[in-house]
Nanobody, 114 residues
C-alpha cells in the first residue's frame, strides 16, 4: 500500500519562499512520474507540476518560473521549491502519481498573506 505524506507548508508573506516535501512509500516514487497538486478554498484540486522518471518537468502556467519540482529517489521524496509566492498560491498542497493515482495524503497547508 502506498502512503503519501506531505510536509513543509506554513504561513509566508507575498514574495516569500517555501519548500514542500512529499515522502512516498514503496517503489512508486522511483518507478513513476510524480506530481504536485493544490486545492484552494472553494476551488477544485488543480495540477501544479510533474516530474518524470527522466527528470523532465512540466509546470502549470500559473507557477512556471516560480516553482521547481525535484525528486530524490534514494530518499523516496519529491520536493516543490516555491519562490515569489503570491496570495493566489494559498492552498492545500498534495502529491501523487499522475499515471496511477493513489490514496491522497493529508496535504500540507500553504498560506501566503501579509
Amino acid at each position: 500500500q502506498v502512503q503519501l505524506v506531505e510536509s513543509g507548508g506554513g504561513l509566508v508573506q507575498p514574495g516569500g519562499s517555501l519548500r514542500l516535501s512529499c515522502a512516498a512509500s514503496g517503489s512508486i516514487l522511483s518507478n513513476s512520474a510524480m506530481a504536485w497538486y493544490r486545492q484552494a478554498p472553494g476551488k477544485q484540486r488543480e495540477w501544479v507540476a510533474t516530474i518524470y522518471n527522466s527528470g523532465t518537468t512540466n509546470y502549470a502556467r500559473s507557477v512556471k518560473g516560480r516553482f521547481t519540482i525535484s525528486r530524490d529517489n534514494a530518499k523516496n521524496t519529491v520536493y516543490l521549491q516555491m519562490n515569489s509566492l503570491k496570495p493566489d498560491d494559498t492552498a492545500v498542497y498534495y502529491c501523487n502519481a499522475p499515471a496511477r493515482i493513489q490514496d491522497w495524503g493529508q496535504g500540507t497547508q500553504v498560506t501566503v498573506s501579509s
